[in-house]
């Protein structure tokens, strides 16, 4: 079973402070790691996908994987209230199927 | 290039009836996925094409979840005698043969089975 794991939260956090967001995947044989955002009501949209094990950096947001932990995290600097939406962790596993975790709920504070 | 639609955007009916959606993807996105969602938990994978053919269908899916993807166009995903555990959103998404593998997802299908 290809699973894919996240804290629920809500993970609060004040404007202006760093949002760090956790996923964990079980099957080793994974490629690829993508980053979904989705607000309520919502379909999900790619924030950010990342490949080799290290940092990724796009504007605000810096994914991080550790292939040998099974381990992705998404860093969102200067949280806005914008960004208070359910992010979703995605793992492409090595059939060509994208396995989702069950999304963390973030609240950015005014 | 309109997006991933997804019809219809709601439906309702009645447990056991039967009822079926569409997707209409990016035009030239070879694969097409089908989720299911439902409230607080991420999309639960159903099934996926490439072009025409079904690749991969979920264990979890019952019997009465069918798909097909004619011609390597559209998609249809028919639900056979509804049950309320049923009722979610339906979302439907393409990707590119090549690319970053990123999904485009749909507006999604919300069916309430009463």
């Known amino acids: 079973q290809k699973e894919v794991e996240q804290n629920s939260g809500p993970l609060s956090v004040p404007e202006g402070a760093i949002a760090s967001l956790n996923c964990t995947y079980s099957?080793?044989?994974?490629?690829?790691f993508f980053w979904y955002r989705q607000y309520s009501g919502k379909s999900p949209e790619l924030i950010m996908f990342?490949?080799?094990?290290g940092d990724k950096e796009d504007g605000r947001f810096t994914a991080q994987l550790n292939k040998a932990s099974q381990y992705v995290s998404l860093l969102i600097r200067d949280s806005q209230p914008s960004d208070s939406a359910t992010y979703l962790c995605?793992?492409?596993?090595?059939?060509?199927?994208?396995?989702f975790g069950p999304g963390t709920r973030l609240s950015v504070l005014p | 290039d309109t997006g991933v639609s997804q019809n219809p955007r709601h439906k309702i009916t009645k447990r056991g009836q039967n009822v079926t959606f569409r997707c209409d993807p990016i035009?030239?996105?070879?694969?097409l996925y089908w989720y299911r969602q439902t409230l607080g938990q991420g999309p639960e994978f159903l099934t996926y094409?490439?072009?025409?053919?079904?690749?991969?269908k979920s264990r979890l899916l019952s019997d009465r979840f069918s798909a097909e993807r004619p011609k390597g166009s559209f998609s249809t995903l028919e639900i056979q005698r509804t049950e309320q555990g049923d009722s979610a959103m339906y979302l439907c998404?393409?990707?590119?043969?090549?690319?970053?593998?990123?999904?485009?997802f749909g507006e999604g299908s919300r069916l309430t089975v009463l």
């Open positions: 998404a393409s990707s590119p043969l090549a690319g970053t593998g990123e999904l485009f």
């Open positions: 099957d080793r044989g994974s490629q690829s």
């Open positions: 990342i490949y080799s094990n």
């Open positions: 995605a793992v492409l596993t090595y059939g060509q199927n994208f396995v």
């Open positions: 035009s030239e996105h070879n694969r």
């Open positions: 094409f490439q072009n025409e053919a079904q690749l991969e």
